[in-house]
C-alpha cells in the first residue's frame, strides 16, 4: 500500500517575539530579542533573572473566564494556538468526519504553575482540604490535549508525548504517522510549556543548565557562539493542523508545506549530555531522510536544535557534517531559539512553524547574538540577518534531556 501524503493546513503560535503566526515570522525576520528580565516572580534569590516570557498576552482574547480559572498557562496557551491553527485551516467540521480526527498535543513539564501554587497552599498549614479539586486536571501534561479534543469533537487518536525538549517533535511525528498509515485523516498536534516560574528556575540553575549573564541578557542565547553560558528559558505554544492530502485537496484547502519523513532516535548514554560526535542527532537526520526517500545533498535548511549550550551546539554541527558530508558547507543552518530562548517542550512546535514558513517564504531565519562563533561551529548558521534561499526541503532537530532525538523533514508544496 502506497503511503498517503500528509500536508499542513492550519498553524498557530504563542511565543516571546510575537502572538499569532504573522506576529511571529515578522519577529524571526527581524531578528526580534524575546529575552527580558523576569516579571512573574520576584528574582531577587536566583542566579538568574531573565527569560523569555510571552507578552501582551490576554486570554480573555480566546476564552471566558471560568475556563481561564480552570486552565493551567501550559493549557490556555496550547488551547488558544489550536483555536488560531483550526482557523487558519479553514476546516468546516460539519462536514468533517470527526472519529477520523485526533489530537496528539505534549508538554514538557505540564502545569508547573498549578502544581506550584497548590503545593503552597497545602503546606501553608498542611491540610489538604485547601486543595483545588481542578488540581489534579490543570497539572497534568495530557490534559492540554483533552481540553482541544473536547472543543472541537475530535473522536479520532488523542493522547499527549513527553520526551523533554523533542516533545512537540514527537507529537507532530506521531500524528504524522497516524495519518500517513490511515489511522486518522486529520490531527492537531504541537506543544505547549509555561514553565517560567520559581521552582523551573532554580531547578534549571542547580543543574546549571540556563545562562546567568544577568547583565547582559540581551545577548545571553547565543547558540553556536564561543561565549555561551547555558540556554535561556522561554514559554508559548506552536500547534499545527495536519491532514491527508487529498482531503486537503477536495476541500479547497489552503496549503503551507508538505511532511515527508521523520527520524526518532535514543541516544541511551545519559540523563542530560547528548551522545558522543552528536550520534544520536546524526541517526535521526539520517532516519528521516531514509523515511523521505532522500539524499543529504537535497537538504536546503536545518532549523537547529541550537540551545546555546556547548555540549548541544558542538555535537549537533558535528552530527551534521558526519551526515552531509562536503554539502555541509553548502546548508544554511539557524537557531531560532536565539530569539525567542527554549520553549522546552514546545520547541519542537514553534520551529516547525519558522521551518515551514522558511519554506513558504524562501526567507531563513537568522541566529541573533552569533558575535563570537566557538571554532569547532564553523558552518553557515545565517548569523545576525536573515537568508534569503529557495528551500525545497528542510529538517527541524529536536533533542531532549533523556536523550530523546527527532527531525522532521518538511518539503515545499507542489500539487
Known amino acids: 500500500m502506497s503511503k498517503r501524503r500528509v500536508v499542513i ?13 504573522n506576529e511571529y515570522w515578522q519577529g524571526l525576520v ?16 536566583f542566579d538568574t533573572k531573565f527569560a523569555g516570557e510571552v507578552k501582551n498576552f490576554n486570554a480573555e482574547d480566546y476564552l471566558d473566564k471560568k475556563s481561564i480559572r480552570r486552565l493551567d498557562p501550559f493549557a490556555q496557551y ?53 486543595i ?29 508525548t513527553t520526551s ?22 486529520l490531527m492537531v498536534c504541537g506543544g505547549s510549556e509555561a514553565a517560567i ?16 549573564w544577568n547583565d547582559r541578557y540581551k545577548e545571553a542565547s547565543r547558540p553556536f557562539d564561543k561565549e555561551r553560558n547555558g540556554f535561556v528559558m522561554g514559554e508559548g505554544a506552536g500547534t499545527l493542523v495536519l491532514e491527508e492530502y487529498e482531503l486537503a485537496k477536495a476541500r479547497g484547502a489552503k496549503i503551507h508545506g508538505e511532511i515527508v519523513g521523520v527520524g526518532l532516535t535514543g541516544d541511551a548514554h545519559h540523563i542530560t549530555a547528548p551522545a558522543p560526535n552528536g550520534e544520536g542527532a546524526y541517526r535521526s537526520m539520517k532516519e528521516a531522510l531514509r523515511d523521505a526517500g532522500l539524499k543529504p545533498e537535497d537538504i536546503d535548511y536545518i532549523n537547529a536544535h541550537g540551545t546555546s549550550t556547548e555540549l548541544n551546539d558542538i555535537n549537533e554541527t558535528k552530527a551534521i557534517k558526519a551526515l552531509f ?16 530562548g527554549h520553549l522546552l517542550g514546545a520547541a519542537g512546535g514553534i520551529e516547525a512553524i519558522a521551518t515551514m514558513l522558511a519554506i513558504e517564504n524562501s526567507v ?16 553557515n548558521y545565517s548569523p545576525l540577518k536573515p537568508t534569503n534561499k529557495e528551500i525545497r526541503y528542510a529538517i527541524s532537530n529536536t533533542f531532549g534531556f533523556g536523550g530523546h532525538n527527532a527531525s522532521l523533514l518538511f518539503k515545499k508544496f507542489v500539487n
Open 132 to 160: 483545588s479539586p481542578f488540581f489534579v486536571p490543570m497539572m497534568i501534561s495530557d490534559i492540554a490535549a483533552g481540553q482541544i479534543s473536547i472543543k472541537y469533537g475530535l473522536k479520532g487518536p488523542n493522547y499527549a
Open 9 to 21: 493546513t492550519g498553524m498557530g503560535a504563542i511565543t516571546p517575539i510575537g502572538l499569532g503566526v
Open 325 to 340: 558530508g562536503a554539502h555541509a558547507n553548502k546548508l544554511v543552518i539557524s537557531s531560532t531559539k536565539s530569539m525567542t
Open 78 to 130: 496550547a488551547l488558544i494556538t489550536a483555536i488560531m491553527a483550526m482557523e487558519d485551516s479553514g476546516l468546516d467540521l460539519d462536514g468533517i468526519d470527526r472519529d477520523r480526527f485526533g489530537v496528539i498535543y505534549g508538554s514538557g513539564i505540564g502545569g508547573m504553575k498549578t502544581l506550584q501554587e497548590q503545593h503552597f497552599l497545602f503546606f501553608d498549614g498542611r491540610d489538604p482540604h485547601r
Open 30 to 45: 527581524e531578528g526580534r530579542n524575546g529575552i527580558d528580565l523576569i516579571t512573574r516572580f520576584d528574582t531577587t534569590k
Open 364 to 379: 531563513i531565519p537568522p541566529t541573533i547574538n552569533l558575535t563570537n562563533p566557538d571554532p569547532e561551529c564553523d558552518l
Open 197 to 212: 516560574t520559581e521552582i523551573s528556575i532554580g531547578g534549571f540553575n542547580a543543574m546549571r543548565a540556563i545562562s546567568t
Open 164 to 185: 523533554a525538549c523533542a516533545t512537540a517533535s514527537h507529537a507532530i511525528a506521531d500524528s504524522f504517522i497516524m495519518i500517513q498509515r490511515g489511522s486518522a485523516d
